[in-house]
């Protein structure tokens, strides 16, 4: 006869009163591991390779699944210390190739609170006091674009993107099928959004400057014909290539003319909303009937921070959705808020927390001051391009995206280039094709790169020209 085993008391939770204290000496143990991470790393990613990163970490995690478990601050300063070592960081001056932002402190601890917490941001009496931040911060955020206006919180540009089109789709006033155009420098969601929900192929508008030409809209309009509220046009205000804004008044003026719904897709340019002197950037997106944000790019959030916001509010009822456990009609008679209309998502994040301590961190001058940094710097880098015999400059950048090129150089050099400044791990630049030609892309977006920091950079790329 087999004697019961003696009852293991339970690993400490997060939450709760005693939380804070089994915290402790865990987050002692990961910062430890993110800084001896770092330094073993010993610049913005790993050297050696997809299959050195691999070695390494199946060294420190296999068994995956051990029989008997390890004490916790062996297991996470041991998985911390492997994830920081091998990791592409972008608070590394030269890791500098996508729209993929080095969060700030302030805002990474409070994601750790809302980890914590663990809110699930579906019913009311799973986030109380994470409801009614919610709705204070989308508002707030909404109203810098449209007056009375009303925000979603995504996972990011392209949750944000699926569900304009989605509320495109079922906006009262469209009586036919939606068709959306699109400009050919458009984010690849859109479409891939257009194909998720079932609408025909999107019609491509050209930008042969990379931007979406208006006169081309105007004639793609005119040729789809079809009754008001049918066409969606999606305008692009900072392109994932070179950053570039579409003349959005004047798409604005076209869409007005044909009775077009209007979308932009501002998860980048989003951010110069923020900044007193580049905002003006900007003119005509408070005409937009929807416009994607995301702040895990300009606005140096931990992923993922996106939001939708729409210009009226009636539009998000589309999203409206009844489950008895979650939003019963009497709760909601009764007062309770309702949640399930505020999202595809049922379980979600409370991503709010983050973007509201950084806003009452920072406020709006301290954002616009980050933004107008990185633009400034951009440019600053762009005219060390320009003047270095050596390299061929793109444009002047339009926000913090500076597209550059060895001078003589083949396009296949400039793939080569860029994976062996990869595979050294010594900067991470990512790659354009832009105008029949191949570009080397830095991205811009770490407040702390220095203008010394580009000129190293330069010097690595220069390194390998062949002489």
Known sequence: MRTPSTPRTPPPLAGGAQGPDALRPLLAAALDALREGATARGGPLPAGGPQAVTDRVRAAVEPVLPEHGTDPETALRTLVHTLTEGAADPAEPLCAAHLHCPPLAVAAAADLAASALNPSMDSWDQAPAATALETLVT???AAEIHDGGDALITTGGTEANQLALLLAREAPAGHGTLRLLTGENAHHSLTRAAWLLGLPEPVTVPAPAGTLDPAALDEALTELGGPPGTRLVAATAGTTD??????LDDIADICHAHGARLHVDAAYGGGLLFS????????GIDRADTVTLDLHKLGWQPAAAGLLAARDPADLH???????????????????????????????RPDVLKIAVTLRTLGRTGLGALVD?????????AEQIRAHP??????????????????GATDDHIAHVRRRLLTEGTAVLGRADLEGRRWLKATLLNPHTRPEDLTALLKLVEGTIPR
């Not at 007193?276 to 003119?283: G, I, M, P």
């Not at 940094?373 to 880098?381: K, P, S, T």
């Not at 390299?391 to 550059?404: A, C, G, K, Q, W």
């Open 242 to 247: 070179a950053g570039l804004i579409d003349p």
């Open 276 to 283: 007193d002197t580049r905002k003006a950037q900007l003119r």
């Open 139 to 141: 508002r707030a955020l």
């Open 373 to 381: 940094q990185v633009c400034d710097l951009a440019r600053e880098f």
């Open 390 to 407: 050596a390299f061929e400059l793109y444009d002047t950048p339009t926000i913090s995206t500076v597209l550059f090129r060895p001078t």
């Open 318 to 348: 589309a999203l409206n959705h009844r489950a008895d456990y979650l939003n019963a009609d009497d709760d909601t008679d009764a007062g309770l808020p309702d949640l399930l209309g505020r999202s595809l998502r049922t379980t979600r």
